[in-house]
């Protein structure tokens, strides 16, 4: 039986939001999870912030009560969410898992992430408007580009509008390009810029 923990190796949270620090592994039949701790280091100091046992669940660091939550009764679920972060709270986080097996052995398992807490909060794509209205001669070449700003990243669609308010999709790209224009090219296009 092989057990691995797997999560990311860094995490950027959001200040005053919540963020989830992934720590997961596919359980295996005759290993049974004895314990689960989660440890801190940062600018405060360390110490271990949860821990979950044969006695149930303690949470031993008082900044971090009521703030975090750990799933419950679902198999190899072991990620942290930590509620209103504050800039504080970026450090380095460990999970640390122990299992008995059926020789009543220990093996314990560690994975360590990286959480920078960032004051930016995510904000919807804005997309920088275009001159309206473009005349160009047929067979001239020429690109129309979508730019948007916000958090990345951001995905680009260019349509076509069609009848009756209907629109067909041209591109999944920033840009739409035409090597050679054609007097059917002419219309009404428009992009749509998405992101998280």
């Given amino acids: 039986a092989f057990l691995e ?3 990311p190796s860094e995490i950027k949270g959001v200040w005053k939001e919540s963020v989830t620090l992934p720590c997961a592994y596919v359980p295996v039949e005759d290993l049974v999870q004895q314990t689960l701790t989660w ?3 940062h600018d405060k100091g360390s110490g ?8 149930g669940d303690h949470i031993l660091l008082s900044e971090y009560r009521d703030r975090v939550r750990i799933p419950k009764d679902v198999p190899g679920e072991a990620s942290l969410l930590i509620l209103g972060l504050e800039i504080s709270d970026r450090g380095t986080y460990t999970c ?11 093996i314990a398992k560690e994975i360590t992430t990286n959480l920078e807490v960032v004051k930016v909060a ?3 794509p804005i997309i920088r408007a275009a001159e309206p209205g473009l005349a160009l001669p047929a ?5 129309l580009r979508c730019e948007a700003s916000g958090s990345p990243p ?6 076509r509008s069609g009848p009756a308010g209907t629109a067909q999709l041209l591109s999944s790209g920033a840009e739409l ?3 050679s224009l054609r007097p059917s090219d002419s219309g009404t296009y428009f992009c749509e810029a998405e992101n998280r």
């Fill in 122 to 124: 995510a904000t919807k």
């Fill in 39 to 41: 440890t801190v280091v």
């Fill in 154 to 159: 951001i995905s680009y669609r260019w349509f």
């Fill in 96 to 106: 640390q898992v122990t299992w008995r097996d059926s020789n009543n052995s220990l």
């Fill in 139 to 143: 067979g001239a070449s020429t690109s």
């Fill in 5 to 7: 923990l797997s999560g």
């Fill in 48 to 55: 271990t912030i949860f821990r979950r046992d044969g006695s």
């Fill in 177 to 179: 390009a035409w090597p």
